[in-house]
């Protein structure tokens, strides 16, 4: 049912959060992070929104309970929120070219890794309301990684083009994800 105390008010505190950091971000850096070309690109539009639509529309019905699961819940999405807050800074002192400094030190793809945090926790909250729902939630994330994987290899195709062996070297040093 279609609640006012649903997961749905965590969800959109995130997407409100994450707008927030980035728009700083952005005006900070004097230059968007977000890549323009993964928003013209049809196919990355549709396959990267579907599982957030799927995955949104589950939180409406979902409501808000309380238990273990719920606070590990929280917990990973209070860790992504650091982990985004940390990507953006990096972008920011990087100013432009390939960032590598910061967090980008540890992992080629945070922003992605507290993405991955966060679809975590919301299928523990959800499995803490309803197991089937649990159960779809978590196949939707892992759709949804799925694709993300999909997308970060064309990026990975394109910053090789773009920085050569200079991606390369930051490449073999870094990991993908963790």
Not at 28 to 49: F, V
Not at 80 to 95: E, P, Q
Not at 131 to 154: F, K, P
Request: charged content about 15%.
């Amino acid at each position: 049912m279609i609640g006012l105390y649903n997961l749905w008010l965590i969800n959109v505190g995130i997407w409100i959060f994450a707008w927030i950091v980035m728009e700083i971000a952005d005006k900070l850096r004097g230059l968007r992070i977000e890549n323009k070309e993964d928003h013209r690109n049809i196919k990355i539009a549709i396959t990267g929104m579907v599982p957030f639509l799927l995955f949104f529309g589950i939180t409406i019905f979902t409501p808000i309970v309380i238990g273990n699961l719920f606070w590990v819940g929280c917990v990973l999405i209070v860790l992504a929120g650091i982990i985004y807050i940390l990507s953006t800074m990096a972008f920011v002192k990087a100013k432009k070219g390939l960032t590598t400094i910061g967090i980008y030190k540890i992992s080629r793809n945070p922003m992605y890794v507290a993405m991955f945090l966060i679809l975590v926790a919301f299928t523990l909250m959800v499995w803490t309301a309803d197991s089937i729902m649990g159960i779809l939630t978590g196949i939707i994330a892992l759709l949804n990684t799925i694709t993300t994987h999909w997308m970060v290899l064309g990026e990975e195709r394109f910053l090789k083009s773009k920085y050569g062996e200079q991606y390369l070297r930051y490449k073999q040093s870094v990991p993908r994800y963790l």
